[in-house]
């Protein structure tokens, strides 16, 4: 008998599907720098890159996030290396966040503490797996002392 074509409606669970990822983060060799400074602006000229707008329009719309002027030649210096006294400041920072909607910003911070940026969807499943471990740690406390208490032919 010969097989029935695929529809195209059908995702095939080895090849389509891609689980989520609740940690976005820069590929280490795109931000890796000689200092925090290199890193950080690294970092910004990257999402900068990918946000898909001009550098011109995330400054226009940061200025009126900020209700202050931020420039094209601002975020220039932000995002180059060799402008090292140019570092961007933390409300300029929540600024190209907002504007962005790039969480590999804050995660490159946030892995440096040895931390991860997440959406707060996954806050209830990270509780649970915490529950589940006490849980785990529980149950094996009790194994032990029944261990224990059968060994004493207490039970």
Not at 76 to 86: D, F, K, L, P
Request: aromatic share 6%; with cysteine; hydrophobic share 45%.
């Amino acid at each position: 008998m010969a097989r029935r074509p695929a529809s195209p409606d059908q995702l095939d669970l080895l090849t389509d599907w891609q689980p989520s990822q609740p940690v976005e983060a820069f590929a280490p060799e795109m931000v890796r720098g000689a200092s925090i400074a290199v890193s950080i602006s690294k970092a910004v000229s990257q999402a900068l890159s990918d946000c898909g707008r001009s550098r011109a329009e995330v400054a226009e719309a940061m200025s009126q996030f900020l209700d202050e002027q931020v420039s094209e030649h601002m975020l220039n210096a932000y995002a180059s290396q060799a402008r090292g006294e140019h570092i961007i400041n933390l409300v300029r920072f929540v600024a190209l966040l907002n504007e962005t909607h790039d969480r590999r910003l804050l995660e490159l911070i946030a892995s440096m503490f040895g931390w991860a940026v997440i959406e707060r969807k996954y806050l209830p499943a990270i509780a649970l797996a915490e529950r589940m471990e006490r849980r785990a740690k529980l149950d094996r406390e009790i194994d032990a002392d029944r261990n224990v208490l059968r060994k004493n032919g207490v039970l």
